[in-house]
């Protein structure tokens, strides 16, 4: 009877990191061309200006040009005394203002799919499941702009998913074309925490305790960016997670 209970902690538990995971596979949009956006100055309380110069150059190069990413990832927690790890793959299609997100993930406990699809005047959003090895999606669910920026945050046709305008509270220069940013864990994550929120079912926005990211640049560039973030989520009795993941650029000649 015990293991039986377990089992369905487990399966619960492992479908709720699943839907979290997904929202950082996304690395979302910082200042969404679709809204006129620009890159704007970044402000940071101790920072080294030649990270922030690098980190100004990289917003401003994806914000305009489209571009491919791929996306690997992790999430670490426990929840019922159980330890639990689930790893997602995905990745991004940008085309001007138009942007397909998907983010996938299949185990022996969890399997679970979620495609975003937005554009100037469009958003959608589908969950899908698997058959075998590959993901099926079903029908899209067709939001209003306000209805998906308060379910799933901004667009995501930028760099990373955070607001780093009066966010970056350090950065520096930690390797030929690496720089490491420590970011606000309130100000930063204010436009993706819904997403959480939204995809696990809370009454409250995420907790997070820790955003770190590092960028690899060329120049001007990015060539990756890698993102590790600690949050804490009111399910299951509370639970706290660990998630990091990698998105590779590639962008059109």
């Known amino acids: 009877m015990e293991s039986g209970t377990n089992n369905k902690r487990r399966s619960r538990f ?24 620009t890159a704007r100055p970044v402000a940071a309380r101790s920072a080294d200006p030649d990270a922030l110069a690098a980190l100004g150059a990289c917003r401003a190069y994806a914000d305009t040009h489209d571009f491919t990413t791929e996306t690997v ?103 030929d074309g690496v720089y490491k940013y420590t970011l606000d864990t309130t100000r930063a994550p204010r436009y993706c925490r819904g997403e959480i929120k939204t995809t696990v079912g809370c009454k409250s926005y995420p907790e997070y305790s820790s955003i770190e990211l590092t960028l690899y640049t060329d120049g001007e560039r990015p060539v990756k960016v890698e993102i590790c973030e600690m949050f804490r989520v009111e399910k299951f009795g509370g639970t706290s997670c660990t998630a990091e993941y990698t998105e590779v650029f590639r962008f059109e000649e």
């Open 73 to 175: 990832g992790t999430i670490k927690a426990r929840a019922f005394g159980i330890p639990y790890s689930q790893k997602v793959t995905g990745g991004r299609v940008k085309r001007g203002a138009h942007c397909v997100e998907i983010a996938e993930s299949r185990s022996a406990i969890a399997k679970a799919a979620l495609r975003k699809e937005t554009d100037a005047d469009s958003f959608k959003v589908t969950r899908g499941g698997f058959d075998g090895k590959t993901a099926v999606y079903g029908d899209p669910t067709e939001m209003t702009r306000e209805d998906y920026i308060a379910a799933y945050g901004m667009p995501n046709d930028g760099l990373v998913k955070y607001e780093l305008d009066g966010a970056i509270i350090g950065a520096a220069c930690v390797g």
């Open 14 to 37: 492992a479908t709720f990191l699943l839907l979290a995971l997904l929202v950082g596979m996304s690395v979302l949009a910082l200042v969404p061309t679709m809204f006129g956006g």
